[in-house]
């Protein structure tokens, strides 16, 4: 597949901290060479995302015409509590249906995770109310017997 006119650029944009030689994106740069572009940060500790987002700018800018696929990765943001768990199920999962693709694999275990997630919720939803029409239930038969319920004022 040719180009015609400049090739796509690849613009890396590290989040938190940089990253490292060893980093998926470090190698995505070399293997692109002088068409990848990576965004340098004044300090990668500290994520400001108006900062951040201006030197994104800035280095788009020095490329004018150019036509852009980016590599970001969190950009400084946190990734929620569950995902480092999420992904140490899914490589093993991964690994387990090592027929499938590591895509097909990742949509098909997101899958699962999410009707086990609603089918959880709906049970414990489902004993929450029985257990609430249960107790009201045992509340009206106590309001009737005892005058001092709490709920004999209503």
Known sequence: MGFK?????LLVIPGLNDSGPAH??????????????????DDWASADLTRWSQRI??????????????????????????????????KAWAELLGFLSFARATNLFSAVCT?????????????RLDWLSSMAS?????????????????
């Open 57 to 90: 700018e800035m280095t788009l800018a020095r490329y004018p015409g150019s036509r852009w696929v980016a590599a970001a990765h969190s950009f400084g943001i946190p990734h929620p509590p569950g995902t480092p768990v999420f992904v140490i199920a899914l």
């Open 115 to 127: 009707a086990s997630a609603v089918s959880v919720s709906t049970t414990r939803k489902a004993f």
């Open 24 to 41: 998926w994106q470090s190698w995505l740069q070399a293997h692109f060479g002088r068409h990848a572009v990576r965004v340098e940060q």
């Open 138 to 154: 045992s509340e009206r038969r106590t309001s009737s017997l005892d005058v001092t319920s709490p709920l004999a004022s209503w």
């Open 5 to 9: 006119g400049d090739p796509v650029r």
